[in-house]
C-alpha cells in the first residue's frame, strides 16, 4: 500500500454503548475493534523513519514494530512485541491519556490530522490474547538469596515487583487497603477499567512467587527498619499521592455535605453506600474531577456539574472522557472557582463561587485564571467534592529522615531512583506527583534494575539497560 492510500483511510472508530446502557451499570463502554477495524487501523501507519510516538510513549514501547505484525495478521508476535517494554499493555491500552502520550508524538496527529489509534489497537492485540486463551504470562526465575519489600499495591509497586521477581528476586508487597491495585482499583471506575483485567495482572504476579499482603499499613503495623531486619536487602517506596489537596476554605473539612474526590471513590470502589443527593458541584478538570461526576451520576445524581476555573481547552481530562462526561448529562460550569461553603446546622446548603478570565500563560503553559472582583454567585448543592490534585502521605516514613522535594514528594536520584536512604528506592505517584498508569510502570521497572544492582553491590549508574531521563523526575 502506497503512503498516500493509507493517508486516504479514516481513523476507525470503536464500538460504544449508548448513554442509556451506560447509565444503568458499571459495565466496560468501550468495546473496541474488530479484526477488520483493527487491520485497517494499523493500514493508516505510516512506519516512519523517525517514529516519535515511541518518544511519547512513557514505556517507550516499539510501536511501529508491533503495527506493522498486527496488520499482517501476527497477532500474538504483535502482542508479545508490546510486552518487550511493558509489563501491562492491557490497562495501558484502555487507560493511558494516548492523545497527550504516543498518539500526541504521532505524526498523522499534526494540525487538523487524526493521530493513528495506537492505543485501541494495543487493546485488539490483549482482548485477542485473552479471547484465543493464549499464555500471556512469562516464566519465572528462580528465587535468589535476595529479597525486597514492596510498599503499596499500585502500578509502580507492581511494575518494580514484577520485573524483580523474574530476576530470581522474590518480593513481598505490603497493602494498606482490602484490596489490590492502588489507584487503578480505588479510583479509576470500572467503566473504564474492569476489574477482571486488574485482577489478571495481581493473579500474574502472585504465579511468578510474590508474595501479597493486605491490611497492613507500613509506619503503623510495621517500620521500614522492621523490614530491614526482617531481612529485606532493600525495600522500593510506591505509596502513590493518596491525601486529597484542600480548597482552603473555611469549615471544608467539617461541613458535611464535602467529601474530596479520591476519598470519595475510595470510598465507593471499596462498597461503601455513600448518597450525595441530587445536587452536585465537583471542583476541577482532570481525570479524578470526571470520574467522580460519572460515578455519582451513576449512584443516583440527577444534577452534576463540574465547576472548573478555566474553559475546556485547558482542562488536563482526555477528550474522549470529556466527551462522553457531557454526552452522559454532566455540565461543565467553565470560569467559575468556589469562595465560600454555606451551611446550615453543619450542612452543606450553598457554594459561593467568583468568575474567573484568562490571563497570561503560567509555568504550566497554560493561560492564568484571574478572578473577576464583584462576580460572586451561589450554587444550592447537596455536596461539593474538591477533586484539584493530591499530595503524597508519608506515614510509611516513621522512623526514617527522608530527604523531600519541595512538592513533597521523595527526592530521589533522577536516574536510578535511589532515595537518600540507600536502601530505599522510589517511584510512581510519590516521586512524580499525581501523573500517569504508563509513567509509574517505567519507574517501577528502573527501579527495580537500580534495586538488582544495589544487592549485587554493583555501581547503580553503569551498564544499565534503563534510566530515568532527569527531565521525567522534574
Ligand atoms: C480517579 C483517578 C483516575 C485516574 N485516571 C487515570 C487514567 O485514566 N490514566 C492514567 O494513566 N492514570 C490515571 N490516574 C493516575 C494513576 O492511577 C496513577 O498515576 C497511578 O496509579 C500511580 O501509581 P502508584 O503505584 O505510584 O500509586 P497508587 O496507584 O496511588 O498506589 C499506591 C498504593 O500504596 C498504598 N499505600 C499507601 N500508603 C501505604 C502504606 N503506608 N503502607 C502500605 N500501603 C500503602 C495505597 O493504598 C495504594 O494502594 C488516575 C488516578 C485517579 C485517582
Ligand atoms: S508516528 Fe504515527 S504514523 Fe509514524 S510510526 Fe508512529 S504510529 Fe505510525
Redesign the pocket.
Known amino acids: 500500500m502506497k503512503a498516500k492510500e493509507r493517508m486516504a483511510i479514516a481513523r476507525q472508530m470503536p464500538v460504544e454503548l449508548t448513554v442509556v446502557e451506560r447509565l444503568k451499570s458499571f459495565d466496560e463502554i468501550i468495546s473496541g475493534y474488530n479484526e477488520s477495524t483493527a487491520i485497517l487501523e494499523a493500514n493508516r501507519c505510516l512506519q516512519c523513519k523517525k517514529p516519535t510516538c515511541r518518544d511519547g510513549c512513557p514505556v517507550h514501547n516499539d510501536i511501529p514494530a508491533f503495527i506493522a505484525l498486527l496488520r499482517e495478521g501476527q497477532f500474538e508476535e504483535a502482542y508479545w512485541k508490546i510486552r518487550e517494554t511493558s509489563s501491562m499493555p492491557a490497562v495501558c491500552s484502555r487507560?493511558?491519556?494516548h492523545e497527550f502520550q504516543c498518539e500526541g508524538s504521532c505524526v498523522r496527529g499534526k494540525g487538523k490530522g487524526q493521530s493513528v489509534s495506537i492505543g485501541m489497537l494495543e487493546r485488539y492485540l490483549v482482548d485477542w490474547m485473552v479471547a484465543n486463551e493464549k499464555n500471556m504470562n512469562v516464566a519465572c526465575a528462580i528465587p535468589g538469596d535476595f529479597k525486597v519489600a514492596v510498599?503499596?499495591?499500585?502500578?509502580?509497586?507492581m511494575s518494580t515487583a514484577y520485573y524483580l521477581s523474574h530476576k530470581g528476586i522474590p518480593c513481598t508487597i505490603?497493602?494498606?487497603?482490602a484490596e489490590y491495585g492502588?489507584?487503578?482499583t480505588?479510583?479509576?471506575p470500572a467503566f473504564?477499567l474492569p476489574r477482571t483485567i486488574i485482577n489478571a495482572e495481581i493473579d500474574a504476579l502472585k504465579s511468578c512467587g510474590v508474595t501479597l499482603h493486605t491490611n497492613?499499613?507500613?509506619?503503623k503495623d510495621k517500620t521500614l527498619e522492621e523490614l530491614k531486619e526482617e531481612g529485606f536487602g532493600a525495600v522500593f517506596l510506591?505509596?502513590?499521592?493518596?491525601a486529597s489537596r484542600k480548597l482552603g476554605l473555611e469549615n471544608e473539612e467539617s461541613t458535611e455535605g464535602v467529601m474530596h474526590g479520591?476519598d470519595y471513590?475510595r470510598r465507593i470502589n471499596l462498597g461503601e453506600a455513600i448518597d450525595l443527593g441530587k445536587k452536585v458541584v465537583v471542583v476541577g478538570g482532570g481525570?479524578?474531577a470526571i470520574?467522580v461526576a460519572r460515578t455519582a451520576i451513576r449512584h443516583g445524581s440527577s444534577d452534576v456539574f463540574i465547576l472548573y476555573r478555566r474553559t475546556k481547552n485547558e482542562m488536563p481530562a482526555s477528550i474522549a472522557e470529556i466527551h462522553h462526561l457531557e454526552e452522559e448529562g454532566v455540565r461543565i460550569e467553565m470560569l467559575a472557582a468556589p469562595v465560600k461553603i454555606h451551611s446550615e446546622n453543619g450542612k452543606l446548603t450553598k457554594v459561593e463561587c467568583i468568575r474567573m478570565e484568562l490571563g497570561e500563560p503560567d509555568q504550566s503553559g497554560r493561560r492564568r485564571p484571574v478572578v473577576q472582583e464583584g462576580s460572586n454567585f451561589m450554587i444550592e448543592a447537596d455536596s461539593i467534592i474538591p477533586a484539584i490534585s493530591q499530595n503524597v502521605?508519608h506515614?510509611?516514613d516513621v522512623g526514617q529522615e527522608f530527604k523531600l522535594t519541595s512538592w513533597g514528594t521523595y527526592e530521589t536520584d533522577p536516574q536510578t531512583l535511589q532515595t537518600s536512604v540507600e536502601w530505599i528506592f522510589a517511584g510512581?505517584?510519590?516521586v512524580l506527583g499525581?501523573?500517569?498508569?504508563?509513567k509509574?510502570l517505567y519507574q517501577g521497572k528502573v527501579a527495580a534494575e537500580s534495586i538488582e544492582c544495589f544487592l549485587n553491590g554493583k555501581d547503580l549508574k553503569k551498564d544499565r539497560t534503563f534510566l530515568c531521563d532527569e527531565a521525567d523526575n522534574s
Request: charge should be negative; charged fraction near 10%.
Open positions: 487507560v493511558c491519556p510498599v503499596g499495591s499500585g502500578p509502580a509497586g505490603y497493602e494498606s487497603l492502588g489507584m487503578l480505588i479510583g479509576i473504564r497492613i499499613t507500613i509506619g510506591g505509596v502513590g499521592a493518596q479520591v471513590l481525570n479524578v470520574d502521605d506515614g510509611s510512581g505517584d510519590n499525581p501523573q500517569t498508569v504508563a509509574a
